[in-house]
């Protein structure tokens, strides 16, 4: 088992910046990959990111690319999304998640692991 706890979250202005974290324990020699996902109210869960464990692939929702970076502190078993240049509708509730699985990770369905969640909240 994997389990993971967001933190970081808050209230930022638009064209401000927000780091969000996520601690990572458990079972960890057989992740494969860790993504952020978000989801706004009345909408689907989307993919926001994803990083493959060793580090050496990270992947973009088309809507954040440019604006956001994952990254991971092997040290510190921690994942980060920094996000740059926020807008209004990137407010969401942003989760964390492990996967074991060795590919597809733009979908949620590839992950079994999740944290509980941090609210982002953007005002114009």
């Known amino acids: 088992q994997v389990q993971l706890v967001e933190s970081g979250g808050g209230l930022v202005q638009a064209g401000g910046s927000l780091k969000v974290s996520c601690a990572v324990s458990g079972v960890t020699y057989n992740i494969r990959a860790m993504g952020w996902f978000r989801q706004a109210p009345g909408a689907e869960r989307e993919f926001v990111a994803a990083l493959s464990w060793t580090g050496s692939s990270t992947y973009y929702a088309d809507s954040v690319k440019g604006r956001f970076t994952m990254s991971r502190d092997n040290v510190k078993n921690t994942v980060y999304l920094q996000m740059n240049s926020l807008k209004p509708e990137d407010t969401a509730v942003y989760y964390c998640?492990?996967?074991?699985?060795?590919?597809?990770?733009?979908?949620?369905?590839?992950?079994?692991?999740w944290g509980q969640g941090t609210q982002v909240t953007v005002s114009s």
């Open positions: 998640a492990a996967t074991y699985r060795p590919r597809n990770w733009v979908s949620s369905f590839e992950y079994s692991f």
